[in-house]
T-cell receptor
Framework: EAGVAQSPRYKIIEKRQSVAFWCNPI?????LYWYQQILGQGPKLLIQ????????DSQLPKDRFSAERLKGVDSTLKIQPAKLEDSAVYLC????????????FGPGTRLTVT | QKEVEQNSGPLSVPEGAIASLNCTYS??????FFWYRQYSGKSPELIMS????GDKEDGRFTAQLNKASQYVSLLIRDSQPSDSATYLC???????????FGTGTQLKVEL
């Protein structure tokens, strides 16, 4: 069974530029998560989708971050405009459903904002 | 604010010894607990989940949960150099699926 796919793996941009990350979850997984992991910290949830609906986006900086999951499968996370403090690894995870299911992570996208 | 606390380490153990990793959490309604292993430059990998008080064993790994003390631990028996990684504790609050992660404990297994 294929795991969670993410692209690109690495991205370097200048501050104030925009960037987009893509995620394809494990086949059949209804729930998709985007996490931000800053060096030396644990992952922090940005947004959770159940199928194509948002379940939790309480920690998403909505003035600059946006995410969508239009057909209930793959998802895109966008940052516009980027700030230096957005430098982090952006992890996508998926699970079969909501509460009670284990989450599996993709390889992540390492973003450097200069 | 719900918190998950871990000692950042590094925790150094000799090869073949038992490594003990600890985690405390603040939210009493937390229902599910997970241990993820993260190698440097890689993404977190789920290694154990535990939902009820007591011990759960899987190969060389044992997870221990004490909800009254709000404490969860991971024991790694016969530690190997390949176990050297950062171990993340994650807690899911009751009724939802949001995970709150600790900052992780770095484990070093020395030859």
């Amino acid at each position: 069974e294929a795991g969670v796919a993410q692209s690109p793996r690495y991205k370097i941009i200048e501050k104030r530029q925009s960037v987009a990350f893509w995620c394809n979850p494990i086949s059949g997984h209804a729930t998709l998560y985007w996490y931000q992991q800053i060096l030396g910290q644990g992952p922090k949830l940005l947004i959770q989708f159940q199928n194509n609906g948002v379940v939790d986006d309480s920690q998403l900086p909505k003035d600059r971050f946006s995410a969508e999951r239009l057909k209930g499968v793959d998802s895109t996370l966008k940052i516009q405009p980027a700030k230096l403090e957005d430098s982090a690894v952006y992890l996508c995870a998926s699970s079969l459903g909501g509460s009670g299911y284990e989450q599996y992570f993709g390889p992540g996208t390492r973003l450097t904002v200069t | 604010q719900k918190e998950v606390e871990q000692n950042s380490g590094p925790l150094s153990v000799p090869e073949g010894a038992i490594a003990s990793l600890n985690c405390t959490y603040s939210d009493r309604v937390s229902q599910s607990f997970f241990w993820y292993r993260q190698y440097s430059g890689k993404s977190p990998e789920l290694i154990m989940s535990i939902y009820s008080n007591g011990d759960k064993e899987d190969g060389r790994f044992t997870a221990q949960l004490n909800k009254a003390s709000q404490y969860v631990s991971l024991l790694i028996r016969d530690s190997q150099p390949s176990d050297s990684a950062t171990y993340l504790c994650a807690v899911r609050e009751g009724g939802g699926n949001k995970l709150t992660f600790g900052t992780g404990t770095q484990l070093k297994v020395e030859l």
